[in-house]
């Protein structure tokens, strides 16, 4: 977990910079503006990241594939929940999923910032470009690497928890 928690501290810095950077470079463009055709290419282009960086994750757990014991019963007859027969073969399945998840969803987040830095670049103001900046950080904020979020998925998706896994559960 620490090693995606520095992944993503090390994206939402670069967000920082390239918003940073457009307080330095001056762009080098005509003084006719940023044609509103450039500007609304560039809206639809972040709206379409935005929306896959929530659809695209997901699908990473599509093929993920672990063995899960049924249920055993509990006391007053009352089933528990699955579990994995190998939990540490499933754990590291389970990260890795999570991990290839997580990438996927702060790399097209991070696009956002791209794009506002494309758009300083291209003559608009501030005004205009740093919002695709803010944009950026608020989906890369939802997305702080925590255990639920990158084994959760995994768990949900095959049914069972690590937590009736572990020896003595």
């Not at 049914?159 to 020896?167: D, L, Q, R, W």
Request: positive net charge.
């Amino acid at each position: 977990m620490p090693t995606i928690r520095i992944l993503w501290a090390a994206l939402t810095m670069s967000v920082l910079m390239m918003a940073g950077v457009t307080f330095v470079v001056v762009p080098q463009v005509p003084r006719d503006g940023l044609p509103m055709t450039n500007v609304i290419i560039l809206v639809v282009a972040a709206v379409g990241v935005s929306i896959a960086s929530f659809v695209m994750p997901p699908r990473a757990y599509a093929q993920s594939k672990a063995e899960v014991a049924e249920p055993e019963p509990g006391s007053g007859g009352v089933r528990g929940p699955a579990r994995f027969v190998d939990p540490s073969r499933a754990v590291g399945r389970a990260l890795a999923m999570g991990q290839t998840a997580f990438i996927l969803a702060m790399a097209l987040s991070e696009a956002n910032a791209c794009i506002g830095l494309a758009m300083h670049m291209l003559g608009a103001p501030h005004a205009w470009s740093l919002p695709f900046f803010a944009l950026a950080l608020v989906l890369m904020a939802t997305r702080f690497p925590t255990p639920e979020r990158i084994l959760g998925p995994f768990e949900r998706r095959h049914g069972a928890t690590f937590a009736a896994s572990e020896p003595g559960a």
